[in-house]
């Protein structure tokens, strides 16, 4: 009896991570657009239920398309050490130098970025109100993700020193636990970036400096813990799930010095200024006087297409389990 018990808690173990969880990805976009100028808000505030929903879209396009997975990460330690000066920051010549498959088996999110900013751009253009949302809530998400430590780390689940699981735990687990109840998100206002390019780099490589501390801190927090303490049996949608405990959460992050926090609150002052960037380039567009209204029935189909395949099949590219 014993031993079923441990397989049922064992099978129950598995829980799929998605990049800063798809509640903290939700959660990102919508504190978002707060930051955004009044001018913005007359679009984003009402339509804050679209931008919250649709930042998961492009973790749930894993599940239907192979090549999507590449634009979630870097493995930047494959290019040598920080600050990684072989690896060119311009995309071209980064092509030239590696291949552009070698670039997509390593990771391209830095890159992909600047596509969906020129996206999200074209679209304030045009006044297209569905292409705007759209490519706002899914840049919104791969900024976040280019704030992740461990989305800039071949190591991206401790897979190569025995802290299988750290990945959910950094982005899912300790932000669920702590960030509705603790956390601030009082960040002040969106501001123009000049070079967007150089600012997500920046921010890419602050991630890339910062995932040795994400995993040496664990592997320290974890000897002052014995298992019984360091894991809890918790129920989630009338399952028990074997997670890290509460009080594991607590010091891993405060031995972090809150790290897990700051690159949340950066995330979404990015991601804001990213929007306001955005929107000023194309000239500060009226926001209340948009075109494509509606989503139309493809659109509609799109996203319906998206979750079916998210719900029914398997992730098909890089997994984090
Ligand atoms: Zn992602």
């Not at 397989?7 to 504190?31: S, V």
């Not at 955004?36 to 749930?60: C, N, R, W, Y």
Request: proline share 4%; hydrophobic share 40%; aromatic share 14%.
């Amino acid at each position: 009896m014993k031993k079923l018990c441990c397989l049922i808690c064992l099978l129950l173990l598995t829980h799929r991570c998605f990049c800063w969880g798809f509640y903290m990805h939700e959660q990102i976009n919508y504190h978002a657009v707060f930051l955004l100028p009044p001018q913005m808000m007359i679009l984003f505030k009402p339509s804050i239920g679209f931008l919250t929903e649709h930042a998961v879209d492009p973790d749930k396009r894993r599940y239907m398309v192979a090549s999507e997975g590449a634009h979630h990460y870097l493995d930047i330690d494959h290019y040598g050490k920080y600050p990684f000066p072989a690896l060119p920051r311009d995309y071209k010549t980064a092509i030239q130098k590696f291949s552009a498959d070698t670039l997509r088996v390593y990771g391209i999110v830095p890159w992909w970025i600047q596509i969906m900013m020129s996206r999200l751009t074209k679209a304030f253009r045009e006044k297209d109100k569905q292409a705007i949302l759209k490519n706002a809530a899914e840049l919104g998400h791969y900024i976040a993700d280019a704030h992740v430590p461990l989305h800039v780390c071949s190591n991206h689940n401790g897979q190569l020193t025995h802290q299988q699981g750290i990945h959910a735990f950094w982005e899912s687990r300790v932000p669920e636990l702590f960030a509705e109840s603790d956390w601030d998100f009082f960040i002040g206002k969106a501001e123009y970036i000049p070079d967007p390019a150089s600012y997500i780099w920046a921010r890419v490589l602050e991630s890339a400096a910062a995932s040795d501390t994400v995993l040496r801190c664990e592997k320290e927090i974890s000897l002052q813990f014995s298992a019984d303490r360091k894991y809890a049996f918790e129920e989630r949608k009338d399952k028990i799930v074997k997670q890290y405990s509460t009080a594991y959460a607590m010091a891993y992050e405060k031995s972090l010095n809150n790290m897990i926090e700051r690159r949340m609150r950066q995330s979404i002052f990015s991601i804001a200024s990213f929007w306001y960037t955005a929107w000023v380039n194309a000239g500060q567009p009226a926001l209340d006087r948009l075109l494509n209204d509606t989503l139309t029935v493809s659109e509609l189909k799109e996203f319906e297409m998206l979750n079916l395949e998210w719900k029914n099949g398997a992730c098909k590219g890089r997994d984090c389990n």
